[in-house]
């Protein structure tokens, strides 16, 4: 390969996530086989795959076919077993939803519960997010949401947290102007990790009014004790969003003590809205 070449290839795409065995048990392999056809877009994946085709472009006119109509576009980075995004989706028929998981029972429980409400507004992707992303067009997304990413708790693990400034770049030109990235964590570490990556993001802005006391040093698996004997500073984060219900995961993480962090950033509504288009 050229220098020139080398200088045009792609930067490599954030993977936050382990490859695990998805067998899928007889109620969610039936609920696969039944309702993949409806919601589970196809990117032109080689089988097994989570990276799209490389001619993969999502624009307005692909979100128009595949959802039928123009509306507001929420997407789900990591939509678990899909409780979040189904019960949105089904008090807001008004608005387009696309949830992005990688694992394949996730996805099964999602179409399972989608197809009993009947859902005409929600498409689902088993992709790598960020390399979806990094084909969408700008301008396209209303709000984007995180909720309970993979805390990669040990320390030599943090640079494969999902929310990387190679992330808000990519959300910062995906969403409309003015779009909102909701994340929320359950873990502190991650709340501390959001701030570094975000509070100084200058194309986005904290809308937190809600002071809270974070440790300004990291700590990983084994050493998480140590954080509230370390210098702590006050941060800007939100009151609950109210569009997230309580999942069986939030649940257990309360049960187990836990502080959950809402943090919500604004994408700056000073960019043009004809911006519709990346840079070839």
């Known amino acids: 390969m050229s220098a020139e070449e080398q200088g045009k290839a792609p930067m490599r795409?954030?993977?936050s996530?382990?490859?695990?065995?998805?067998?899928?048990?007889?109620?969610l392999g039936r609920a696969w086989a039944q309702y993949s056809s409806r919601y589970l877009l196809d990117l032109g994946q080689a089988e097994g795959s989570l990276m799209v085709a490389e001619?993969?472009?999502?624009?307005a006119a692909m979100i128009r076919s595949v959802w039928g109509r123009d509306a507001p576009l929420i997407v789900e980075i990591g939509s678990g077993q899909g409780e979040n995004v189904v019960a949105?989706?089904?008090?807001?028929?008004?608005?387009?939803?696309?949830?992005?998981?990688?694992?394949?029972?996730?996805?099964?429980?999602?179409?399972?519960m989608a197809g009993k409400s009947d859902l005409d507004n929600l498409r689902l992707a088993q992709v790598n997010a960020p390399d979806f992303l990094a084909r969408m067009d700008s301008g396209l997304i209303k709000?984007?949401?995180?909720?309970f990413p993979d805390p990669w708790p040990k320390m030599k693990h943090h640079k494969r947290r999902l929310v990387q400034p190679a992330l808000a770049e990519e959300l910062a030109k995906c969403l409309v102007p003015g779009g909102i990235w909701?994340?929320?964590?359950?873990?502190?570490d991650y709340a501390l990790h959001v701030h570094e990556v975000m509070d100084g993001n200058p194309k986005f802005k904290n809308l937190g009014t809600l002071?809270?006391?974070?440790?300004?040093?990291h700590v990983g698996k084994g050493t998480a004790d140590k954080a509230k004997s370390l210098?702590?500073?006050?941060?800007m984060e939100s009151e609950r969003f109210e569009g997230r219900i309580v999942t069986n995961f939030e649940r257990k993480g309360i049960q187990a003590g836990r502080v959950i962090h809402d943090l919500t950033y604004q994408v700056s509504a000073d960019r043009p809205q004809n911006a519709h288009k990346r840079e070839a």
């Not at 001619?55 to 624009?59: E, K, P, T, W």
């Not at 949105?88 to 399972?112: C, F, I, K, W």
């Not at 709000?143 to 909720?147: K, M, Q, S």
């Not at 909701?182 to 502190?188: L, P």
């Open 13 to 15: 795409s954030i993977v």
């Open 88 to 112: 949105s989706a089904r008090e807001h028929p008004d608005l387009n939803y696309l949830a992005l998981e990688v694992y394949q029972p996730g996805l099964a429980h999602t179409m399972l």
């Open 55 to 59: 001619d993969l472009r999502c624009d």
């Open 143 to 147: 709000e984007v949401w995180t909720f």
């Open 17 to 27: 996530y382990v490859r695990r065995s998805e067998k899928l048990n007889g109620r």
């Open 182 to 188: 909701r994340i929320a964590t359950d873990i502190e």
């Open 231 to 235: 210098p702590h500073t006050m941060f």
């Open 211 to 217: 002071p809270v006391s974070l440790p300004t040093q």
